[in-house]
């Protein structure tokens, strides 16, 4: 049997993981781009759903920070500046520290005041930056036909200049204490490469090191997103919001404005909410990954959300719910100790890419 040879293989394809990619392509290095799900992007994929193509799931927004719009842009990526302006929402007047009780509870007396639902979010950070300090900012920007622009257009990039990109394929194991390093994937297929690529997510069963053969990979939940199919109309306008110190809603996304398909008179908002059960890890509520809703309790939970819509003055009171389609958010998390003893090797034949923002991971990675 020939086994395939690459310079790097990069597992996962979070638009992070595609721009490395190029990265490595235009060294002239051979690259192989491995993804376990049929559409490449990682949290940042499309689904097409009543009828409407490449409709968006989840709650993307890009911080607004130069230096990464600058890298998206120099790789092609057209950007708009977002209209109206993010925005956040105060559920109620809380806080975790000292100092976001006061300017929570400031925020939530001149909403109600002034009648309206939401305040700005440069605004809201321009305040919270006198305490951490100011960076370089910009007005924030998005792709006008949301992820799918982003991840087409990577997509497309890699294969022009001969990149491999393969989809519905997971790395069985990989003996990363060897040069080159031998791979094996969930097909049989065996595979060696200089470099191997993990991002924070990555789903490898079997890792070799140090004689020790280890499986670090828990597959868990950290994220749900409903997806709402709205008749009816905003009371103002809005394209996306961060909810603060409510018990259910973390993000709410018009994900209906980056698709051409939805007519004017339905409303398509993706909303992120908080999972109510599970151990907190780093700020998130980590679930079993058998503890999806059942529909009964996903049909709640959906009217729930379109009540607390009207509730917050952001919809009105009139709407009717269409549909919604419901989706769990996996994550792998893996053995610390296990990770730990593989970074501390500083085997410099594997690189891991800690990426959580998007922008962030660009600025810090490209």
């Not at 389609?325 to 891991?352: G, M, Q, T």
Request: aromatic share 8%.
């Amino acid at each position: 049997m020939q086994i395939a040879e690459y310079d790097n293989i990069i597992v996962g394809s979070s638009p992070l993981n595609l721009i490395v990619a190029l990265q490595k392509l235009s060294n002239n290095e051979k690259v192989l781009l491995i993804e376990e799900n049929e559409k490449l992007g990682g949290a940042w994929y499309t689904k097409s759903i009543w009828g409407y193509k490449n409709m968006e799931v989840g709650c993307h927004i890009l911080k607004n920070k130069v230096s990464g719009y600058s890298i998206l842009t120099k790789n092609g990526l057209k950007l708009k500046t977002m209209s109206p302006k993010p925005s956040v929402l105060i559920a109620k007047p809380n806080g975790v520290s000292a100092l976001n009780k006061v300017l929570n509870t400031f925020f939530y007396l001149v909403c109600k005041i002034a009648g309206k639902a939401t305040i700005e979010r440069p605004f809201y950070d321009f305040l919270k930056s006198l305490k951490h300090g100011r960076q370089e900012r910009s007005e924030y920007k998005y792709f006008p036909n949301g992820c799918f622009e982003l991840v087409k257009k990577l997509e497309l990039d890699i294969l022009k200049r001969n990149g491999i990109i393969k989809t519905n394929c997971k790395i069985k194991s990989a003996n990363v204490q060897n040069s080159p390093i031998c791979v094996t994937s969930s097909s049989g297929e065996q595979m060696t490469c200089k470099k191997l690529i993990l991002t924070k997510n990555f789903n490898i069963e079997n890792i070799t090191w140090n004689d020790t053969t280890s499986n670090p990979i828990q597959r868990v939940l950290i994220g749900e997103h409903y997806v709402l199919r709205l008749n009816g109309k905003k009371k103002s306008p809005f394209s996306f919001i961060h909810v603060l110190e409510d018990n259910l809603i973390n993000l709410i996304s018009d994900t209906g404005a980056f698709c051409e398909d939805v007519p004017n008179t339905e409303l398509v908002l993706c909303i992120s909410v908080k999972s109510g059960n599970g151990v907190k890890e780093n700020n998130l509520i980590v679930n079993s990954i058998e503890s999806k809703p059942t529909k009964t309790e996903q049909n709640q939970c959906a009217e729930m959300l379109l009540k607390k819509l009207k509730d917050f003055n952001l919809i009105s009171v009139s709407t009717l719910m269409i549909d919604f389609i419901y989706e769990s958010y996996p994550v792998n998390v893996k053995d610390p100790n296990a990770i730990k003893e593989l970074k501390e090797r500083k085997n410099p034949n594997v690189e891991f890419l800690d990426s959580t923002d998007l922008i962030d991971s660009l600025i810090q990675y490209c």
